[in-house]
């Protein structure tokens, strides 16, 4: 049966004044000072009582209860100090220490230092150095001990605190860099294709029906439309899988002839120069195929011809897409934003923009 916080506090509060009771009874409860207790053991009692109202209250009122708990000890002081209000006070003192607000934590670690070093030197001043060092060892004991044993433990698990903030940033940091990463994985994959199925379909419409390029179109529209299915599911299995897997290499740049032939048949007029390709890395190889994906079929969408370049030098490889634009079409900027974290994914650089009538892309990446 689980014990709620208030019902808790209360068994231990009436759990101290149980053991003080029978600590009182067998004699053993007086630490120093006059023995009165055969005429005052009902003050004793009532002074504990007061304590253990200190003890009820010293995470939900922790002011309260050390003041109830310092007050308590100050009186049965007067009479000798006993056992069991001294328990009860380090306990209090030990709980708002460690529970207690920021603020009342700091003065009370001030309040107990200026304390046991001001007893200390009252005890010297007035009295014998070597009682003097009896009382602060006293006061160490009894007031210091509680508060710099509750201050380290507040503090380790302060930082425990902050390692676990750390860990969930770090966790949801982590979740939106997945959910960019896949928003762009899946505008590559989709868009490219489907914006070529859409320009390809429009010509269809445009030509006779007995053309022969209506066939060549119609075999190009196909080719995309299964190859952004495939990937796509390719994409989906990685989703679905139990362990976390890097993404699959699909397609490479070696590949790339397949996306000017697309554009070709969707009316842009290309001109295609490539490299020697093979051996690429494969986070270079794929961030190519992707960033040359996403060029061509911005080119279709806003040009009549374009060329394509990509060269393979000592420490780089780069791609250079340049298209003529017959008119100046505003898009939603996502397919020049995918490209470029593609290429500072992998350490490279990316640059966009007007270069005369030209639209000029260009991607290094580092080999």
């Known amino acids: 049966m689980r014990i709620r916080p208030k019902s808790r506090e209360v068994l231990i509060a009436v759990g101290f004044f149980a053991v003080g009771m029978l600590i009182y009874q067998l004699r053993l409860d007086l630490v120093f000072g006059g023995d009165d207790r055969p005429t005052a053991i009902g003050t004793r009692l009532v002074i504990l009582a007061v304590a253990c109202v200190g003890t009820m209250l010293r995470r939900s009122a922790p002011m309260i209860a050390l003041v109830l708990a310092t007050a308590a000890g100050v009186m049965d002081l007067t009479r000798g100090l006993s056992l069991p209000v001294i328990m009860v006070f380090i306990d209090v003192l030990f709980v708002v220490s460690l529970d207690g ?9 001030g309040v107990v230092a200026v304390a046991t070093l001001g007893l200390t030197l009252t005890v010297a001043v007035l009295g014998d150095w070597r009682e003097s060092l009896y009382a602060g060892l006293q006061m160490f004991s009894l007031v210091c001990v509680p508060v710099w044993w509750a201050t380290n433990i507040r503090q380790h698990r302060e930082s425990a605190e902050q390692v ?3 860990a969930e940033l770090d966790r949801r940091a ?16 989709i868009a490219g294709h489907l914006s070529a199925i859409a320009i390809q379909s429009e010509a269809v419409l445009s030509m006779p029906a007995d053309s022969e390029t209506v066939r060549t179109v119609l075999k190009s529209v196909r080719e995309n439309s299964v190859r952004s299915l495939a990937e ?7 989703l679905r899988a139990d ?4 993404e699959p290499v699909t397609v490479r740049l070696a590949d ?28 270079v190889d794929l ?27 000592v420490r780089r490889l780069v791609v250079v897409v340049r298209n003529v634009a017959r008119e100046t079409a505003a898009g939603s900027g996502t397919g020049l934003v995918s490209m470029a974290e593609r290429a500072h994914a992998v350490g490279g650089t990316f640059s966009a923009g ?14």
């Open 287 to 313: 961030a190519a195929y992707r960033i040359l994906q996403e060029a061509l079929t911005n080119a279709l969408k806003h040009g009549s011809s374009a060329s394509v370049r990509v060269e393979r030098q």
């Open 232 to 238: 796509m599911r390719t994409m989906i299995d990685v």
């Open 243 to 246: 362990e976390p897997v890097d």
């Open 354 to 367: 007007r270069q005369g009538g030209d639209w000029l892309v260009r991607a290094e990446l580092p080999l």
């Open 164 to 166: 676990a903030r750390i």
């Open 174 to 189: 982590a979740v939106d860099a997945e959910r960019n990463r896949m928003a762009r994985d899946l505008h590559d994959v």
């Open 256 to 283: 790339a002839g397949r996306l000017v032939d697309s554009a070709r048949a969707g009316g842009l007029e290309v001109r295609f120069a490539m490299d020697d390709v093979d051996g690429l890395p494969v986070a």
């Open 101 to 109: 607000p920021r603020r009342l934590h700091r003065t009370l670690i």
